[in-house]
């Protein structure tokens, strides 16, 4: 049992002598092991289990198609609103759903962090992919409602999973800076759901993006899941929904930053969470 | 071979940012930063002798030892003194401020029961979840599957979520996870505390068994029969620092039970700052003191007159606040626990905002010889604990000798917990 050629680490103040990725590839099994933990306790919890992710995204499409068909009197061209209401809504439910779960996932993992040694930046992520099932079951939703309204998808549908990479890496960079920032100041557990309502309003998932004005298109797309939303429709709506191709690579550009950036974040507050969390 | 190398490893805390509150709050991340700018302004904010105000804590400092390959080596110390910091040091959950360590082979770390267990899976479920917490791959779990099965003994209730395991239940198979980790170092800290005997026992034995494989065993515990059967080596902590270390266990045993530090004062506790801050009541001292609040040199007769003080300010007055303490014995046996609110109602003490010195008799003529480890303890009386009983409370030796009786034929130790004066009467009869 004993291998005669041991491993050797060094602890110091600036950290072990295990490389970050390195480490992050041998504890790949518990973020698999995790993500099953909590798919497996979710719809355990809920009686209603699965039929709860269905109903969400049909109250909301209905309530958008309301509000900004009729009320607002947006036009869709000639895209049944609840198509389009919907084809924004499956990026969008994901991304809201991993930006609340995963700015709280230390939190409510302080065990893991102040008991165990595990490269922390997995509590997050495996919470994140968690989202992901949701998102499947939405999206067989979604292929109900296509066959319903005979709006069906040509070969874009094949760039789908490319936006919904984006879609990941984007809530994987909010949800690192979020993560973190929790655990540091705890108020911004608060924050999160108001910021969760600010996205929503300044992201495109009741109406078109091409309502927002020509000169400010640009500028829209800063919002990464301007992209991620645009891509979506045009993936899955036949190219119906023209792509704004500028708007695409600055949203790309930015979610990358912001991944980026909050990985790094991440790693420098790492090493304190046992001690503050 | 040396499995593990420590070389004057610090911990420093930041109580003012850090300890104060779980979680700074932003707000007072900005305030703080405008005011050590005002700080550095206005040069103020240094004490008198140009030592920056104490805000830190320093929970270890300077600890230097070596392990040997297979070596079983026991940590202890009073609470606080820096034993956990040491094992979370050792296994990667926090850097350390200052020196370094080695460790050679695998190392495992058991600083709690059940880790990551969750109430809606099942047992099953868990073990594997567990494991793979504690660092095990799925195939080793599967592996040594039954053998975990069968260790905890709870085979039978396997598929039912743990959410409906009773206490005992829960605990032997979160243990029985952990014990099967294949890992060439292990660090365990206090869980032996929970459990009832029976198993206890089963896991000491075990842990015995897994040093005898040649596995490095690093363990933190009250219970000091525990370290004396497992360990061949003991550490005596002090404050942060490493006062003590021996292959003679049962001397750094006596050293620690002595109820004196090293300097020779009085085991007492005070308040090193910011510790235990909650909206309704601080503790600021333990100790075990004579009837004018002097504290007692140890060891101490049974029969001698001798109290539990507590001194500390109640910041709001709350009916339900409850003061008190626990005594436990050299084995981490809870002998029994008392609080200032254990009389009727009408007969408490009324603790008003202010500042209190609170003393409780310990009853003379019951203790036995030997050591016995005090904890203080405060609550909201069915709402949350101020100062939990989970290894964080603060605590002080009693150490008793002596004065168990002036019979000529009990002049020595008996055996028994408890070791209590009792009134016999006889009576002349002729009818048996």
């Given at each position: 049992?004993?291998?005669?050629?041991?491993?050797?680490?060094v602890?110091?103040?600036?950290?072990?002598?295990?490389?970050?990725?390195?480490?992050?590839?041998?504890?790949?099994?518990?973020?698999?092991?995790?993500?099953?933990?909590?798919?497996?306790?979710?719809y355990?919890?809920?009686?209603?289990?699965?039929?709860?992710?269905?109903?969400?995204?049909?109250?909301?499409?209905?309530?958008?198609?309301?509000?900004?068909?009729?009320?607002?009197?947006?036009?869709?061209?000639d895209?049944?609103?609840?198509?389009?209401?919907?084809?924004?809504?499956?990026?969008?439910?994901?991304?809201?759903?991993?930006?609340?779960?995963?700015?709280?996932?230390?939190?409510?993992?302080?065990?893991?962090?102040?008991?165990?040694?595990?490269?922390?930046?997995?509590?997050?992520?495996?919470?994140?992919?968690?989202?992901?099932v949701?998102?499947?079951?939405?999206?067989?939703?979604y292929?109900?409602?296509?066959?319903?309204?005979?709006?069906?998808?040509?070969?874009?549908?094949?760039?789908?999973?490319?936006?919904?990479?984006?879609?990941?890496?984007?809530?994987?960079?909010?949800?690192?800076?979020?993560?973190a920032?929790?655990?540091?100041?705890?108020?911004?557990?608060?924050?999160?759901?108001?910021?969760?309502?600010?996205?929503?309003?300044?992201?495109?998932?009741?109406?078109?993006?091409?309502?927002?004005?020509?000169?400010?298109?640009?500028?829209?797309?800063?919002?990464?899941?301007?992209?991620?939303?645009?891509?979506?429709?045009?993936?899955?709506?036949?190219?119906?929904?023209?792509?704004?191709?500028?708007?695409?690579?600055?949203?790309?550009?930015?979610?990358?930053?912001?991944?980026?950036?909050?990985?790094?974040?991440?790693?420098?507050?790492?090493?304190?969470?046992?001690?503050?969390? | 071979?040396?499995?593990i190398?420590?070389?004057?490893?610090?911990?420093?805390?930041?109580?003012?940012?850090?300890?104060?509150?779980?979680?700074?709050?932003?707000?007072?991340?900005?305030?703080?930063?405008?005011?050590?700018?005002?700080?550095?302004?206005?040069?103020?904010?240094?004490?008198?002798?140009?030592?920056?105000?104490?805000?830190?804590?320093?929970?270890?400092?300077?600890?230097?030892?070596?392990?040997?390959?297979?070596?079983?080596?026991?940590?202890?110390?009073?609470?606080?003194?820096?034993?956990?910091?040491?094992?979370?040091?050792l296994?990667?959950?926090?850097?350390?401020?200052?020196?370094?360590?080695?460790?050679?082979?695998?190392?495992?770390?058991?600083?709690?029961?059940?880790t990551?267990?969750?109430?809606?899976?099942?047992?099953?479920?868990?073990?594997?979840?567990?494991?793979?917490?504690?660092g095990?791959?799925?195939?080793?779990?599967?592996?040594?599957?039954?053998?975990?099965?069968?260790?905890?003994?709870?085979?039978?209730?396997?598929?039912?979520?743990?959410?409906?395991?009773?206490?005992?239940?829960?605990?032997?198979?979160?243990?029985?996870?952990?014990?099967?980790?294949?890992?060439?170092?292990?660090?365990?800290?206090?869980?032996?505390?929970?459990?009832?005997?029976?198993?206890?026992?089963?896991?000491?034995?075990?842990?015995?068994?897994?040093?005898?494989?040649?596995?490095?065993?690093?363990?933190?515990?009250?219970?000091?029969?525990?370290?004396?059967?497992?360990?061949?080596?003991?550490?005596?902590?002090?404050?942060?620092?490493?006062?003590?270390?021996?292959?003679?266990?049962?001397?750094?045993?006596?050293?620690?039970l002595?109820?004196?530090?090293?300097?020779?004062?009085?085991?007492?506790?005070?308040?090193?700052?910011?510790?235990?801050?909650?909206?309704?009541?601080?503790?600021?001292?333990?100790?075990?003191?004579?009837?004018?609040?002097?504290?007692?040199p140890?060891?101490?007769?049974n029969?001698?007159?001798?109290?539990?003080?507590?001194?500390?300010?109640?910041?709001?007055?709350?009916?339900?606040?409850?003061?008190?303490y626990?005594?436990?014995?050299?084995?981490?046996?809870?002998?029994?626990?008392?609080?200032?609110?254990?009389?009727?109602?009408?007969?408490?003490?009324?603790?008003?905002?202010?500042?209190?010195?609170?003393?409780?008799?310990?009853?003379?003529?019951?203790?036995?010889?030997?050591?016995?480890r005090i904890?203080?303890?405060?609550?909201?009386?069915?709402?949350?604990?101020?100062?939990?009983?989970?290894?964080?409370?603060?605590?002080?030796?009693?150490?008793?000798?002596?004065?168990?009786?002036?019979?000529?034929?009990?002049?020595?130790?008996?055996?028994?917990?408890?070791?209590?004066?009792?009134?016999?009467?006889?009576?002349?009869?002729?009818?048996?």
């Amino acid at each position: 049992m004993l291998k005669s050629q041991k491993k050797e680490y060094v602890i110091s103040p600036e950290g072990g002598t295990d490389s970050f990725w390195g480490d992050l590839w041998r504890y790949r099994e518990l973020f698999t092991f995790l993500t099953w933990r909590d798919i497996l306790a979710r719809y355990k919890q809920t009686t209603i289990g699965i039929a709860w992710c269905l109903v969400r995204p049909l109250v909301t499409m209905v309530a958008f198609t309301l509000v900004f068909s009729r009320l607002a009197g947006l036009s869709s061209g000639d895209i049944p609103y609840p198509i389009l209401v919907f084809a924004a809504l499956l990026p969008w439910q994901f991304f809201s759903a991993a930006i609340s779960e995963s700015s709280n996932s230390l939190i409510n993992n302080s065990q893991l962090v102040t008991k165990v040694y595990l490269p922390r930046l997995i509590v997050p992520a495996s919470s994140i992919v968690v989202g992901l099932v949701d998102f499947l079951v939405s999206f067989g939703l979604y292929v109900v409602l296509m066959l319903f309204y005979r709006s069906i998808p040509d070969w874009r549908i094949l760039t789908l999973p490319l936006f919904l990479l984006m879609g990941i890496a984007a809530s994987l960079g909010v949800g690192f800076w979020l993560s973190a920032l929790v655990v540091k100041y705890r108020d911004f557990r608060h924050i999160v759901p108001f910021l969760v309502q600010v996205f929503l309003y300044v992201s495109p998932v009741g109406f078109r993006s091409e309502v927002v004005p020509g000169g400010w298109r640009l500028f829209y797309s800063m919002n990464p899941m301007v992209g991620v939303i645009d891509g979506f429709r045009w993936a899955l709506l036949g190219g119906k929904t023209p792509l704004y191709l500028p708007g695409i690579c600055l949203s790309l550009v930015l979610t990358l930053l912001v991944l980026w950036s909050g990985l790094r974040y991440f790693r420098r507050t790492e090493q304190i969470f046992a001690d503050v969390i | 071979m040396t499995a593990i190398r420590v070389d004057g490893i610090c911990k420093k805390y930041e109580l003012g940012h850090l300890r104060r509150r779980p979680g700074a709050s932003l707000r007072e991340a900005i305030t703080d930063s405008f005011r050590s700018a005002g700080r550095i302004l206005t040069s103020r904010g240094r004490t008198q002798d140009g030592q920056p105000p104490s805000d830190e804590f320093w929970a270890l400092s300077d600890v230097s030892f070596q392990v040997e390959e297979s070596e079983r080596v026991g940590i202890i110390g009073r609470n606080g003194s820096g034993k956990s910091t040491l094992l979370k040091i050792l296994s990667r959950i926090t850097r350390p401020t200052g020196g370094r360590a080695i460790i050679r082979g695998r190392a495992a770390s058991l600083l709690e029961v059940g880790t990551g267990f969750h109430w809606e899976l099942t047992g099953r479920e868990n073990i594997f979840l567990n494991g793979a917490i504690l660092g095990m791959s799925r195939a080793e779990i599967r592996k040594r599957f039954d053998e975990i099965v069968e260790f905890s003994g709870v085979g039978s209730f396997l598929d039912t979520p743990v959410k409906r395991y009773s206490s005992g239940m829960y605990v032997r198979l979160a243990f029985s996870v952990a014990v099967h980790l294949d890992s060439d170092i292990l660090f365990v800290d206090e869980v032996l505390a929970v459990g009832d005997a029976e198993f206890q026992k089963k896991c000491l034995w075990k842990m015995g068994e897994m040093g005898r494989e040649g596995r490095t065993i690093l363990f933190v515990s009250h219970n000091m029969n525990a370290i004396e059967q497992l360990c061949g080596k003991c550490i005596l902590l002090e404050k942060g620092r490493l006062v003590m270390q021996s292959t003679e266990v049962r001397q750094v045993i006596d050293e620690y039970l002595s109820g004196t530090d090293r300097k020779g004062t009085p085991s007492s506790w005070i308040n090193s700052g910011g510790e235990y801050s909650n909206p309704w009541f601080t503790p600021r001292s333990l100790s075990i003191t004579d009837s004018f609040g002097v504290p007692l040199p140890m060891p101490v007769c049974n029969d001698a007159e001798m109290y539990v003080q507590i001194e500390g300010e109640v910041h709001q007055f709350n009916p339900a606040l409850k003061i008190g303490y626990a005594i436990y014995s050299e084995e981490g046996f809870p002998m029994y626990q008392s609080y200032h609110t254990d009389r009727p109602e009408a007969e408490w003490p009324r603790l008003t905002s202010g500042k209190w010195v609170l003393r409780g008799r310990i009853p003379a003529k019951i203790l036995n010889e030997g050591a016995y480890r005090i904890e203080l303890m405060g609550s909201l009386h069915n709402i949350q604990w101020l100062i939990g009983p989970k290894g964080r409370a603060p605590e002080v030796i009693l150490r008793v000798e002596r004065g168990l009786s002036n019979s000529p034929y009990w002049t020595n130790r008996r055996p028994g917990v408890i070791a209590p004066m009792i009134d016999w009467s006889a009576q002349p009869v002729n009818h048996l």
